[in-house]
């Protein structure tokens, strides 16, 4: 029995300064741990080894600028109703047509009078030799003096003569500016009467003019049909409806065909008349 106390005394020894040591650890990792706590934190970004990726969508390739009428005329198509019966596009080419006839027609010599716009829009060099000109509308004032005669009043002393050349130069005006005795600054013109010659060049002028008009109201008539087919295509509008549009398109066609007719044939009676 004493032997047995004397081990368990021996052991007890052995164990406790083992204990003693770990409760000082435990104490010491405690007291480390509480220390720290108390100490700022460092910035994420310093002690992080990964990279920030950005969350911005991908960056795709810049579109062209074909690319995008392209799609601009597509969400146009979606969103717009068709309506076979809208010849305003029609109407509008017509009317181009029909202006540019009028205004060619009002340039041609009829019954002797002269236009005065023809000078007007007479393009004059105010340096020889070179490229770039100006109107003479914008550099003098055209007026008709009486009878068969024109005054041309210009702006400026120094572009007296760069007209005079831009005048007689042209052939298709045939005409011969006279400087004012008593002005030095006024050119006077005189209109001669017009000749076999000249009515029939003012003729052949005035048909080429009406096949120019002609050639207008063509081209607006194919955009309103190649339109239509679209529609046709698409399916976007009933067959009656296409029908109907179609021959109401053919009567705008033939009333613009009619207005140009009519246009060159008054033009054409006034010339022979002369």
């Known amino acids: 029995m004493h032997t ?23 104490r010491a990792i405690r007291a480390a741990s509480l ?6 934190k460092p910035a994420s970004s310093s002690l ?3 990279r920030n990726f950005s969350s911005n969508p991908i960056l795709f390739k810049k579109k062209t600028r074909a690319e995008r009428e392209k799609e601009e005329e597509a969400a146009e198509e979606e ?4 309506d076979p019966h809208d010849f305003s596009t029609l109407e509008e080419g017509i009317s181009k047509a029909l202006d540019k006839l009028k205004n060619d027609l009002s340039k041609l010599r009829t019954g002797g009078r002269f236009n005065p716009e023809v000078l007007e829009n007479l393009r004059v060099h105010l340096i020889k030799d070179s490229k770039a000109s100006e109107k003479l509308g914008d550099l003098a004032q ?4 009486g009878g068969r005669s024109l005054m041309i009043l210009v702006g400026e002393k120094e572009h007296v003569k760069p007209i005079i050349s831009a005048i007689q ?11 004012d005795a008593q002005n030095g600054s006024q050119l006077n013109v005189p209109i001669p009467p017009p000749t076999k010659e000249s009515r029939d060049l003012a003729l052949a002028a005035a048909s080429k003019a009406g096949e120019t008009a002609n050639v207008g109201i063509r081209n607006a008539r194919g955009a309103m049909q190649k339109r239509l087919r679209a529609m046709e295509l698409k399916k976007a509008v009933r067959p009656d ?33 002369a």
């Open 48 to 50: 992080s080894g990964h």
């Open 79 to 82: 969103t717009e109703v068709e």
């Open 142 to 145: 055209v007026l008709p003096k």
């Open 4 to 26: 047995r106390l004397l081990v368990r005394t021996n052991t007890l020894k052995q164990l406790l300064p083992r204990a003693s040591a770990q409760i000082e650890f435990s």
């Open 35 to 40: 220390s720290t706590s108390y100490l700022p």
């Open 169 to 179: 130069g042209s052939r298709d005006l045939n005409l011969q500016p006279q400087p």
């Open 241 to 273: 409806d296409l029908k109907k549009a179609h021959k109401e398109m053919e009567k705008v066609v033939e009333k613009g065909v009619a207005d140009v007719k009519k246009s060159v044939d008054a033009a054409r009676k006034t010339m022979e008349q």
